[in-house]
Each structure stands twice: as structure tokens, then as C-alpha cells.
């Protein structure tokens, strides 16, 4: 397909690009512009873009009230921790499944699949009554092993498909040249598979980020992440726009950065196998 | 050392049969083709016997010990995939490289044994790059330098010259066969190329359906095809198979006679024909002819040869030359 490439389509497709991204993007600026107002500010009509007094006492103000730095390192840990775990015990799964399959690999996929269907409160007492009975309410451990369960099907989902698309004849080569099973899976499957691990484990990373529903029922403290510290910023003494808005700046800081630094990694893992 | 038997080897994949009672020993430094249509079976056996699959009965030994349940890995066998399966993310080195890491041997073991692969291979000035920054014929030889460097008992080669040009592949043919000559290993090396088979081989294993139609050395099967499959399979272009009066005359349901066994004159012979088309190689000529109550027929022809399209013929076996088979199919020996 040979569209041919004039000056003025050029010139009309870069700015219909950076209109889509600028949408797309708006919300974020919003939310980033107005945690540098003043709340009468942030609820000025019609509203201040640009030019309003800039000031960052709501993020002092976000710190006095809640230990960020404490959040922040639970959020990491429980969704960076919870990811690395969920790969360990992943990628031998997707790999049995793509290249090992038995009769029943179809249906066992379906069914992990189908857990991912069941509303978290459907569950919730029962999980509950277990963390409460084991020790594990506000502990990083428990609402990290929790995390790692639930994103455990979208891993072995994402990793069976990458897999299926790696020539199994590779493989077998290493197999003939010696590798044991688990040499093959470290130094031949792997690193053939970066692109796709490295998608799902930020897409993967980005849900346990986001994760509120589990983290605010079993997490008090200790173990709480950003989500939690997010809520505590809403409802009680009204909206407070400009600190709500310090506040998931705050948050979603660290996400965005991952995301920066792995977006080439990920547009290639998401495209994998689309042009050999 | 290595030879390969197989004992009553069978392989099912569900409820089709791909390999029936297989019986096959292939003595240790032999080179064996096995040759058949595609869908006959001859990956299957190759990859049973390289452990990639397990049999469904029968024995599997190597050096006279039952491998029968032994994993790929601990066989001591190399293989050359058709799409080479090299490693896309290690250098060449790497890639030759790779076997003897698995084997734990010391670094400089493995130095030196690569450097001495690449030197065989020509591939000194590559050993750095990448697979996809290698051609065809390149990408073979690195999948070839990662068989050798770990001395295997036997080379298993599973269509390995099929995606290369035609001139690439008539080099590395000679290359491989100067590489057996020098190893003295073991090779099994499967085709459905019937020129490769019969250039390359000490011994061919004719396959059909799953089952051995016939072992023999090149001209063997050339000479005395066993049957009717054997005989259509083997020589290019095809042996021409005649039923009717003129077999049964001669005490068969089929005879056949091979191209380049036949006579053709303009005056007389034993079947008049017509001269459908003339191929002109430059060396032979392949002459299409329709005999009268026979069908379509090939003579060969040596040098150029002036027939045209439509013109009135006689073909005329030679009568020594002549291939005779019973209503099933089977050679009827003189």
C-alpha cells in the first residue's frame, strides 16, 4: 500500500496525532495543572489553566497528613514483588501449555481465565476470615501473595500466547545440544521471549498498582500502598480538588517512569509477532 | 561409535499410524537417506529416533544400549533442523558454543573447539554476529558447526538443504558429503529429494506410508526396485509403466523401463506413438510421447535430438532393460 506521501497529508496527520495524543494526555495535565492551585482556584469557573498563583503547598500538605515515602515502597514492593513471583511460577506453566500441551491445557486455561470473571466481593469474606485466622491482615506478604494470585492468570495467559509464537524446532535443538529442561527455559526460552515478558509484567505491574478493592480491606498501615493513601484524601471533610489532585500525582509518579523507560520494550511486545 | 537400530518400532499419533513395524540398522559410520513422498513417515522416524518423540512400541538402540526411554538430551546424537533453529538471540559463537556449555566443559575447551568448528565451515570472520545477519547458506553452516563441536555418536539432518537456491544446495551437498568423509560419523539425513538421496547415500531407505518399502545402496534400488513404488519413486524422470498385452507377453500385469532404456526411431518398433513435446536439456533431450494404447510415455534421449510436436514415432524397450512386476505390485526377478 502505497499512500503517497505529500507535504500537506503529512503535516495533516502529525497534527491529528498530537490533537489524539493531546485528548488522550488531558485529563493527566488537568489533574497535574491543578495540584499546583490553591482550592479556590481549582474550583474557579471558568476555570484557570494556565495563569493562577502556582504553589506546591499540597504537597506538604499531602506529607504532613500521610507518610508518602512509606506508601509509595509498599506499592512497589507488593506490585514488583508480586510480579516477579507470579513470572517464577508463570513462565514454566505458559511453557508446559505452549509446548507440552495434554488434552485438558484448553480447558485449565478457560478455567484460570474464568476465576479472573468472579467479583472480588464474592470472595471477599472468605479471604478475609483466612488472612485474619493466619496473621495476615496489614502484612506485605499476605496482601502480596493475594496480588500474585489474582494477576496469576492474566500472566499465564499473556505468556502462553507470546510462547506460541516461538518456533518449537528451537527448542528441540537445545534439547538435542544437551540443555536440560531448565536450561532451556533460562537460556533459550527467556531471553527469545523479552519483549512479551517485559509487556506483561508492566501491564501486570500497572493492575497490582491500581489495585484498591483488596489492598483497602486487608491493609490498614504497614502494608498499605498508594491506593490507600489516595483514599484517605477523599470523602471525609469534602473534596479538596487541589490536595485530591497532589495527592494521585503522587501516585501515579512512579508508574508513569516505569512506564517511560519500558514503553519501546512494550510497543514491541504488544506488536510481537505481527511481522516477522 | 555409533549405530542405530530399531527394533519393531511403531508410532501412533492418536488413532493414525505414522510408523508401522519399523526394522532398520544403520552400522556405525554409515550414511543413510531416508527417502519417501511427503506424509510417508520419514520426519517421524528421525525425530524417534532423536528422542523428540516417543515410540509408541518397540526398541530404539544405540551402540547396541536401548535408548528406547532415554531423553533427547542424553543420547548423544546432534540434529540439523530444516529451518536451522538456530538461537536468534547468541552470536554464532554462542550458538556453536551452546552444546558445550550444557556439557560444563572449561572455557578454553570451548574456545578451541569452536575456532576449530568455524575454521571447517568458514565461519572465523562471523562468529560475532547474529543469525539474521547471516545468509541461507550461512545459517546452515552455523546450524551444521553447532552439530559437530559436541562429537556426537551420529548426525541426524532433517531436510537440511531444502529451503536453499538450487546452486546452494548442490554445494552444500558436496560439503556435506567431504564433512562425512573427514568425520567418518554416522549420518542420517532425511529427504524427499530422490537426487539428493541417491547422490549422497551408502545406504537408502526407501519409506511409504510408514512402513520400509526398501533398503539398499543407491543403484541398488535404481537396478532392482523391489515394486512398483520403489521403481516410480526412484529415477528422474520417472520409469515408464506399461500394462496390457505387451506385460503380459512377457509374463507380467506391469512392466516398467526407464527413460533412458527405451529407443526411438521414425521407421519402425514396438509401440507406434506421437510426439507431444521435446524438453532440450542441452546434454539429453526428454522426449513426451502419447503411445497408441498405452498413454504418455519419457524417453531420454542423449545430446539434442530433433523431434517435433505431433510427429509419427516407434519406442521399442530394450528388451534387457526391462523391469517386470506381479499383480501386486512386486518385482518378478528373471
Known sequence: MALKQTTSRRVGMTAAAWLAAFLIFFPILWMFLTSFKSEADAYAIPPKFLFFHWTTENYAEVQSRADYFLHAYNSIVLSVGANVAGLILAIPAAWSMAFAPSKRTKDLLMWMLSTKMMPASGVFMAVYFLFLQAHLLDSRWGVGFLLMMT??????????????EIPVDILEAARMDGASLANEIIYVLTPMSVPGIASTMLLSVILSWNEAFWTLNLTNVNAAPLTNMIASFSSPEGDFWALLSAASVLAIAPILILGWFSQKQLVRGLTFGAVK | MGSIELKSVRKAFGSVNVINNVDLKVEDGEFTVFVGPSGCGKSTLLRLIAGLEDVTSGQILID???????????????????????????????????????????????????????????????????????????????????????????????????????????????????????????????????????????????????????????????????????????????????????????????????????????????????????????????????????????????????????????????????????????????
Not at chain 2, 66 to 83: C, E, H, W, Y
Not at chain 2, 166 to 181: F, K, N
Not at chain 2, 309 to 328: L, M, S
Open chain 2, 64 to 334: 547396541g544400549k536401548d535408548a528406547t526411554n532415554i531423553g533427547p538430551a542424553k543420547r548423544g546424537l546432534s540434529m540439523v533442523f530444516q529451518s536451522y533453529a538456530l538461537y536468534p538471540h547468541m552470536s554464532v559463537r554462542g550458538n556453536i558454543a551452546f552444546a558445550l556449555k550444557m556439557a560444563n566443559q572449561p572455557k578454553d575447551v570451548i574456545e578451541q573447539k569452536v575456532k576449530k568448528a568455524a575454521g571447517i565451515l568458514n565461519l572465523t570472520d562471523y562468529l560475532d554476529r547474529k543469525p539474521r545477519q547471516l545468509s541461507g547458506g550461512q545459517r546452515q553452516r552455523v546450524a551444521i558447526g553447532r552439530a559437530i563441536v559436541r562429537e556426537p555418536k551420529a548426525f541426524l539432518f532433517d531436510e537440511p538443504l531444502s529451503n536453499l537456491d538450487a546452486a546452494l544446495r548442490v554445494q552444500m551437498r558436496l560439503e556435506i558429503g567431504d564433512l562425512h568423509h573427514s568425520l567418518k560419523t554416522t549420518m542420517i539425513y532425511v529427504t524427499h529429494d530422490q537426487v539428493e538421496a541417491m547422490t549422497m547415500a551408502d545406504k537408502i531407505v526407501v519409506l511409504n506410508k510408514g512402513t520400509v518399502a526398501q533398503i539398499g545402496s543407491p543403484l541398488e534400488l535404481y537396478n532392482k526396485p523391489n515394486g512398483l513404488f520403489v521403481a516410480s519413486f526412484i529415477g528422474s524422470p520417472t520409469m515408464n509403466l506399461v500394462t496390457g498385452p505387451s506385460a503380459a507377453k512377457r509374463g507380467a500385469a506391469t512392466i516398467g523401463v526407464r527413460p533412458e532404456h527405451v529407443d526411438l526411431s521414425t521407421t519402425s518398433g514396438e509401440w507406434p506413438a506421437r510426439v507431444r513435446l521435446a524438453e532440450h536439456l542441452g546434454s539429453d533431450t526428454f522426449v513426451h510421447v502419447e503411445a497408441d494404447d498405452i498413454g504418455p510415455m519419457t524417453i531420454r534421449l542423449e545430446g539434442e535430438a530433433v523431434n517435433a510436436p505431433g510427429q509419427r514415432v516407434f519406442v521399442t524397450p530394450q528388451e534387457a532393460r526391462i523391469h517386470r512386476f506381479d499383480k501386486e505390485g512386486h518385482r518378478i526377478n528373471p
Open chain 1, 151 to 164: 494477576n496469576l492468570p492474566i500472566l499465564v495467559w499473556m505468556l502462553y500466547t507470546y510462547f506460541k
